[in-house]
């Protein structure tokens, strides 16, 4: 059961605002011209409409300010614009915030993602409508120096962020099992790639660097994350929204695993020849810091069933990736400077 190619659909885009999903609306909107979008994001403090500038004119684009566990709002929403598919970012996911306020990560992950389900349930009733949850590869707890993750792998989260989303997971994988909605998940590893918060890793590293302050990384900065670019992930969303088998699950990897302090000594050395200090590297800004509470060790992923399945593989090196993504924070450092 796949989701059918019907002219003119709205697709629902929630948490849109966000990292990946600005990147994946227009994407979404260049390759599937007989689609619209509608996207709904609550524009916390991780959202931003500036990211999407280039798509505002687009007539197959609509922006709604709400949020996804409103039930009410949902209901209207849904009954009132013919919503015809879900693809589902909106989710809190800083691991650090979850740690010390994970009250928003239960009701944004667990009951967003039920609300959104229940009121599509009911609203699609009889329909091969498809609901596309994304979520992540943290799910699956730590690695030890070998092995990776695939769509076996038992889950095993490790902090309330991950909890969360393996919870509305389950609650997907049920809502196929139990009531035969067309659903398909996706977990993915670290993306990277312009538009990402300036509380993530990568922007962080760039960001202070060129401020010249500490660029602080956790522990000895030997944990170790899969990169995937945003725009390869944009993709690979795109192959299983519309190939994905239902009640499936599909692993999206990059294949560039590299420890945090690798990561930040890449970036300081693309600094040093992008910007050069006045005196020494970027480099001698780094400084470890405490690690992060039950911090995972290695995150590893095998998408080997996306590739053999939807022909999907990553595109994007991790050196031109990195180097695409510093030069748009460099220039938007640069924008908001003046």
Not at 5 to 24: K, P, V
Not at 204 to 225: C, H, L, M, S, W
Not at 267 to 290: E, H, M, W
Request: charged share 25%.
């Amino acid at each position: 059961m796949v989701s059918p190619q019907i002219e003119n659909e709205t697709i629902l885009i929630t948490g849109g605002a966000g990292f990946i999903g600005s990147n994946f609306i227009p994407f979404f909107l260049d390759k599937n011209p007989n689609h619209s979008v509608l996207n709904l994001d609550k524009l916390t403090y991780a959202g931003n409409l500036e990211n999407l500038k280039e798509v505002e004119p687009n007539p197959r684009y609509t922006f709604v300010k709400g949020d996804i566990c409103d039930q009410s709002f949902i209901k209207e929403l849904f009954e009132d614009l013919n919503i015809s598919g879900v693809i589902h970012f909106a989710a809190e996911s800083h691991v650090d915030n979850s740690i010390s306020s994970p009250n928003e990560f239960i009701r944004t992950n667990i009951e967003g993602t039920f609300n959104l389900l229940e009121t599509a349930r009911r609203n699609w009733e009889g329909s091969d409508n498809r609901f596309h949850h994304i979520s992540t590869d943290e799910v699956y707890g730590s690695l030890g120096k070998d092995g990776r993750f695939t769509e076996e792998t038992k889950y095993a989260p490790n902090s309330p962020y991950s909890a969360s989303k393996a919870s509305s997971d389950f609650l997907v994988r049920s809502y196929h099992h139990t009531y035969g909605m067309n659903v398909v998940t996706s977990n993915c590893s670290n993306n990277y790639g312009p538009k990402q918060h300036d509380e993530k890793l990568i922007p962080t590293i760039i960001r202070k660097a060129i401020t010249f302050e500490d660029i602080p990384i956790y522990g000895n900065g030997e944990n170790v994350r899969d990169w995937l670019y945003v725009l390869d992930h944009c993709e690979a969303i795109n192959s299983v929204f519309h190939r994905g088998k239902a009640g499936d699950t599909y692993l999206i990897g990059g294949n560039n695993e590299f420890s945090n302090i690798h990561v930040a000594q890449k970036i300081c050395a693309i600094l040093d020849q992008a910007q050069p200090k006045p005196i020494g590297s970027y480099r001698n800004q780094i400084k470890f810091v405490t690690d992060r509470k039950g911090h995972d060790f290695r995150y590893a992923i095998d998408a080997s069933k996306s590739k053999t399945e939807l022909g999907w593989s990553p595109k994007e090196s991790f050196d031109a990736g990195l180097m695409k993504t510093v030069q748009w924070y460099m220039e938007k450092y640069k924008r908001e400077k003046n």
